[in-house]
């Protein structure tokens, strides 16, 4: 099929959010493809992934990546087959892992794609075997460092990046108590994942749930929610404690400084007397090189048993902008990705 005779689907950014984002924030717009000049292919999505960082590239506020413009697709990490190509490296048929973005269709000229071999299921090339379990390896290997025996602590246990953060952490001899929303999740995390407990950070004495929990204290914390759970998590922190900073979620949505004391005496003194190793990271940018390390690792355990993994899927393009948003709310259970086609 010709590019040309394509409508391509995709959602754009409408307006910028102020706060958390609404619907009024995105707008589907239908154009048709160019045809497709020499050295380019076109990209049929499979699979969108929609993850947190997103929210920060709604906003025009200095960040590590430019913002999305104003009319633009929104940015994502899309697996999608070759339809058609006039490129020497893709042919019709291949599966890519990419950031074709928000979108059903896209033309590419072949930069940043990866060929994916053979797997089972492809969607698994955005979650476990993507970004997230990529974020989840490095953080807690490189930065955390986690020793068998020693107490880690992971925020938001029961999805894409702290559900395998958990687990590896398991594998390496550790105590593991997750922080989740809900008993749901929470009874997810312990029974299914083989954490050691896991805590409802919507319940009223939270933060003597987590002290009780993490009796000799926290070694590794994970950092992927911020807010109130890192108020509870800080003075639990022994000396020499490591913090990879992954993600900050419940700050994502923030207009202005949130309300009550200035911490930031508190956490500068926490972390000097109990010389503690706070470090944030962008996962490609920072570790990019090691990325078949991760991938040989992980698909070993996976293959094992080792690791398990679980996706929240939703159905069609149309429905990404609501899934988004129940992201931003704790909404989804697992992975979030959206099944623009099948494959």
């Known amino acids: 099929m010709s590019s040309s005779q394509i409508i ?44 947190p960082y997103m929210r920060g590239r709604m906003s025009d506020a200095p960040s590590y990546a430019a913002p999305v413009a104003v009319g633009e697709v929104m940015v994502g990490g899309t697996v999608s087959k070759v339809v058609t190509s006039q490129h020497p490296d893709f042919k019709a048929g291949d599966l890519v892992l990419g950031m074709s973005g928000w979108q059903d269709h896209a033309v590419s000229d072949g930069s940043g794609l990866t060929r994916l071999g053979a797997l089972e299921q492809p969607s698994l090339a955005l979650g476990v075997l993507g970004m997230p379990g990529f974020t989840a390896y490095m953080g807690l290997l490189d930065i955390g460092q986690p020793k068998a025996g020693e107490t880690v602590v992971v925020a938001a246990a029961s999805g894409a990046v702290g559900s ?37 950070h919507r319940a009223a004495d939270f933060a003597a749930q ?39 979620i419940a700050n994502y949505n923030d207009t202005a400084l949130p309300p009550g004391p200035d911490r930031l005496g508190l956490l500068a003194r926490t972390l000097l007397t109990r010389r503690i190793k706070m470090q944030g990271f962008i996962i490609f940018d920072d570790y990019g090189h090691r990325y078949g390390e991760f991938f040989q690792q992980m698909s070993q355990w996976l293959k094992e048993g080792k690791i398990r993994f679980r996706e929240d899927m939703v159905e069609g393009l149309d429905n990404a902008p609501q899934a988004f948003i129940g992201l931003l709310q704790g909404k989804n259970f697992g992975k979030l990705v959206v099944r623009i086609a099948n494959d």
């Open 210 to 248: 987590l002290g009780a929990a993490c009796a000799q204290g926290i070694d590794v914390y994970f950092e992927n929610v911020g807010g109130a759970v890192f108020d509870a998590v800080l003075p639990l922190l022994n000396v020499g404690a490591r913090v990879p900073v992954c993600g900050l």
């Open 164 to 200: 395998v953060v958990g687990q590896i952490a398991k594998l390496q001899g550790c105590r593991v108590v997750g922080i989740a929303g809900g008993a749901e999740k929470c009874r997810y995390v312990v029974d299914q994942l083989g954490f050691d407990a896991c805590i409802d």
């Open 8 to 51: 391509q689907r995709k959602i754009v950014l409408a307006s910028r959010p102020i706060g958390a984002p609404t619907a009024d924030n995105f707008r589907l717009t239908e154009t048709p493809l160019p045809a497709l000049a020499e050295g380019q292919l076109l990209l049929r999505t499979l699979y969108l992934s929609l993850d």
